[in-house]
């Protein structure tokens, strides 16, 4: 059977095949290989192990093996793929060496409570560690972590784009910013410890994307868009449709990993999302538009005159020096995500 995102996975190869040939016969580790940028990662991994023959092998942490070996049974049962069972914080290490590590694992943000007063900070910060003690002994050459752009706090609103020398940071006192702060403190131990053992670390910090494998029924907007239009509206924005956002294609975005891993600056972060913004409101229109034009959109809130939009674009300079840019457009990244959901 052919593989669905088959057409997204020749995409990817093309723009990477210069990447594969110095890692030939390598091993890799990923955790976070389960969720939607890991999966994606897996895919075009495996997808050019198989089209340029690498002899790669990698090793996929997984809370649950035997739920992803239902979900996805072609990459769970490919011969170059070793499930490992494990928790982030805590899990045992495989043997032999990990010349390439990706921890693109996180934890789902949940309010403070007794049992856990810091939220998902601790669990970020111990799984990071625990990765790059992993790193330390066996033998590794790159990690790349995947951070988040919610490291700069809130990007001011005359302030269009941010770059990776932004110095802003979320409130320290803003309960709510545990996610945030988990990703913080995670770049400074990659930082660290690739200093100390010798390693490179590569950071990229993640906005926001669209394509096959989103959740619909998470916390995307653009994916909740979808789902509003595909039963035929109306499409519903829960604010006043006013921030500004920007959306890079999954393809895209796992052209942009692995060449961050495999060619970014030793230390560095590179945000990873694209540099076209568009307000949430516009982003309503443009997906109804594709997906079923005569859907309306309902506005929950009215904005407030004079109030500045609230804004979460990346400036993208640091990757496009890397060749990276944005190769498939928004309009046809909804139509690919919606022809995948429709496949389903």
């Known amino acids: ?3 669905p995102l088959a ?12 990447l594969w040939a110095p890692v030939r016969g390598e091993r890799f580790f990923l955790t976070g290989g389960t969720g939607f940028v890991g999966t994606w990662l897996t895919e075009t991994l495996l997808w050019a192990n198989r089209r340029l023959s690498l002899g790669i092998s990698a090793v996929l942490l997984t809370r649950n093996p035997e739920a992803f070996r239902k979900r996805s049974p072609h990459l769970a049962g490919d011969p170059a793929v070793t499930l490992w069972a494990g928790e982030g914080a805590n899990f045992q290490y495989p043997g032999g060496a990990f010349p390439l590590v990706v921890h693109a694992a996180t934890e789902r943000y949940f309010p403070p409570d007794r049992e856990h007063p810091a939220s998902t900070l601790d ?25 988040s752009g919610a490291v700069y706090g809130k990007q001011p609103p005359t302030l269009s784009h941010v770059s ?11 309960t709510s910013s545990a996610y945030a702060h988990g990703k913080r403190i995670s770049e400074f131990l990659c930082s660290t410890w690739s200093e100390v053992y010798g390693f490179d670390a590569v950071i990229g910090r993640l906005f926001a994307f669209v394509g096959p494998l989103l959740p619909l029924d998470a916390n995307y907007a653009v994916g909740n868009f979808i789902r509003d239009a595909l039963a035929g509206g109306p499409v519903r924005i829960a604010g006043d449709g006013t921030p500004y956002r920007s959306y ?6 796992a052209i942009w990993l692995w060449t961050i ?6 230390g560095a972060a590179y945000n990873v999302g694209s540099a076209e913004e568009i307000s949430i409101v516009d982003l309503a229109c443009r997906v109804a538009a594709v997906v079923s034009p005569t859907a309306e959109i309902h506005v929950a809130k009215q904005a407030v005159p004079g109030q ?7 400036a993208t300079d640091r ?4 060749g990276l840019r944005t190769w498939i457009s928004l309009e046809d990244g909804v139509r690919r995500t919606l022809e995948w959901h429709q496949r389903r």
């Open 1 to 3: 059977m052919e593989n």
């Open 7 to 18: 057409r997204d996975l020749d995409h990817v190869l093309a723009h990477t095949e210069a």
């Open 123 to 147: 669990r970020d910060v111990a799984a990071t560690r625990r990765v790059l003690e992993l790193a330390s002994t066996h033998a590794t050459r790159r990690v790349l972590f995947t951070s």
């Open 164 to 174: 990776e020398d932004y110095p802003g940071a979320p409130l320290p006192t803003d």
């Open 248 to 253: 890079l294609y999954a393809a895209d975005l």
């Open 261 to 266: 891993l495999l060619r970014g600056d030793r």
């Open 308 to 314: 500045p939009a609230m804004r979460y674009v990346p």
């Open 319 to 322: 990757a496009e020096g890397l």
